[in-house]
């Protein structure tokens, strides 16, 4: 099929539109991420975008939760969430146009990668588009999204002064991995009858390093599609439960989405291993609606990352990180109440 520059343009407009219609928070983006995957399963990276953009809401409501208000100012809760917020609404923004250029190519069958640059996408993707139009390989072109939207952000986000200053070399944020705040879960019911889900995934460690960030999603990637039984497990929870933002989505038995004791109280341990103290309220995780409101962001800059070929060798290995599970969760968690003890004895 032949396009006529204006249906050209008419197209790339539309898609620009329903982009910024879909981008409006971490809850709007989560769900067109789904939204997408199930209408198209041979996207893959689609679903690993759903769960880690699960995995940013529930970090943006863990900065109003019961725990990182007491641990951190009103200046670096508003600078985290701004942060977690523009890597967010950035991916979406360069990879969601993709998409949706993929559903018009799929029902045209026709070749429409030549728009992707009119789209604000990288040279690095146009030559992985067609080769999957060709072959449908949904492993090489996961990994070739992985790149390209860490690159995104790399420069956008990650070497951004303010950023950098305000949030990456920040004492909370390089806390994290004391305090085991940096965990990518993946929840699934290993048997339909479960009483709650297990976890699986991986510790952000080196969240500067773009390389340690693309493995990361090569492993996320990996957890969530090598394992066909498992994958249907995963699809099931996240089909079955909603995104709200609120912890409460995964282990309701532990977090509630509604707070049971007051901010200002001092806080009391709530937790044995993986069970609440007897009388102990639950952790509070609220719903990320209540908590912030929908942002403006500016505009993205044109500026394209692809500029060494050396990155084309990501497509073709990977480098795994470790995984946890809901031990190592769990062991994460009881930490964060033994921090908070020890900031409780300073004077």
Known sequence: ????????????????????????????????????YREHPELEWAFLAHMVSRNSGWNMTDLHGEWLPRLMSRQAIQSSFAFLERCNWLIFHDAYPQLLLYKVMKQEAADLTPLLPKLGVSRFMVPIWRGFLRNGNARRLARALIVNEQQYIEQRVVR????????????????????????????????????????????VKHFASLEARINVGKTLYHLLFADGKRLRAFTAWATRVPHTGSRADYWPHLFTPVRQSPAEQEYRERLQGGELLPGRPKLYSPPLAKVWPDTVQPAADGVDWY?????????????????????????????????????????
């Not at 396009?3 to 928070?25: G, P």
């Open 1 to 36: 099929m032949t396009w006529r520059t204006t249906d050209a343009d008419d197209l790339v407009a539309e898609i620009r539109h329903q982009t910024a219609v879909h981008n409006r928070n971490n809850l709007t983006r989560t769900k067109a991420y789904l939204d997408f």
């Open 160 to 203: 951004h002064s303010d950023y950098r200053s305000e949030v990456l070399q920040s004492f909370p944020f390089l806390a994290q991995d004391v305090l085991s705040l940096n965990k990518v879960l993946l929840p699934y019911r290993e048997h339909a009858d479960d009483e709650r889900p297990r976890l699986t995934g991986v510790c």
């Open 307 to 347: 500029r060494d070929e050396k990155w084309l060798r990501y497509l073709e290995e990977d480098e795994l990180v470790p995984t946890i599970d809901e031990a190592d969760y769990l062991r994460g968690i009881n930490l964060i109440e033994a921090g908070l003890r020890v900031v409780s004895l300073l004077p």
